[in-house]
C-alpha cells in the first residue's frame, strides 16, 4: 500500500521528467533543423522561432502527461475518503454492521478507516454490555413486582407497583435504543445475543 506522501512524489518526478523529456524532443530536432542558407547562416529570429514553437509543443506535452496523471492520483484519493463518507454516515444511522474497508487506497485513508472502525467497534461492545445489563435489570423487575403483589397493604403495593413499573418502561426505552442499531456478527433477540457465524450459537 503506498503512502500519500510517495504518490505525490511520483507525479512530481514524472512531471518533471516528461516535461524535461519533452523540452528536449522539441528543441533537438529544431538544432538539428537549422541549416546555413544560400548565403549563410540562418537567420536568428527564423531559429528563434523554430525554438519557440517546438518549446510550446513541448509544454502542451507535459501539461497534458501532468494533468493526467494529477486526475489519477486525486481519484485515487477521492474514492476511499467517499467510500469512507458513506460507510460513516451508514454508521450514524445504526448500521455498525457497514465497516470501512481498509486494504485499498493509500496508508493514511486506510489508517483513518482502521481507527473508525475501532469506534465502531467499541460502541458496539458498549451497547452490548448494556443489553447484557438490561436482561438482568429486567428479571429483577419481574422479581420485585411479584413481591410486591404480595404485599399486605394494597395502598403501598400499588405506590410501589406504579415506582417500579417507570423503572420497568426506562429499561425497555433503553433496550429499544440497542435495538435500533445492526450490529457487526451478532443479532439480538429478546433475551440473548446470536451470532452471525455460526447460527444458532448463543452467547451471554
Known sequence: MISLR???????????????AAALLGVW??????????TGPAPETAMHDHLVRRLAVAGVVALVIGGVLTA????????????????TQQMVEGRLDRLI???????????????????????????LFVWKRTDGALARY??????????GDPEL??????????????IEEIRTLVRSFRF?????????????????????
Open 6 to 20: 510517495t504518490k505525490l512524489w511520483i507525479v512530481f518526478l514524472v512531471m518533471l521528467t516528461a516535461s524535461q
Open 29 to 38: 530536432p529544431a538544432l538539428r533543423d537549422v541549416t546555413p542558407g544560400p
Open 72 to 87: 489519477a492520483v486525486a481519484r485515487s484519493m477521492t474514492r476511499p475518503m467517499a467510500v469512507i463518507g458513506r460507510r
Open 101 to 127: 474497508p481498509t486494504d485499498s487506497g493509500d496508508r493514511e485513508t486506510a489508517h483513518v478507516g482502521e481507527h473508525i472502525n475501532d469506534l465502531a467497534m467499541n460502541l458496539q461492545e458498549s451497547l
Open 142 to 151: 419481574e422479581a420485585i413486582r411479584r413481591h410486591i403483589s404480595r404485599c
Open 157 to 170: 403495593a400499588a405506590l410501589l407497583t406504579a415506582e417500579i413499573d417507570d423503572a420497568g418502561r426506562e
Open 184 to 204: 457487526y456478527d451478532v443479532d439480538l433477540d429478546d433475551t440473548v445475543i446470536l451470532s452471525r457465524e455460526t447460527p444458532g450459537n448463543r452467547s451471554g
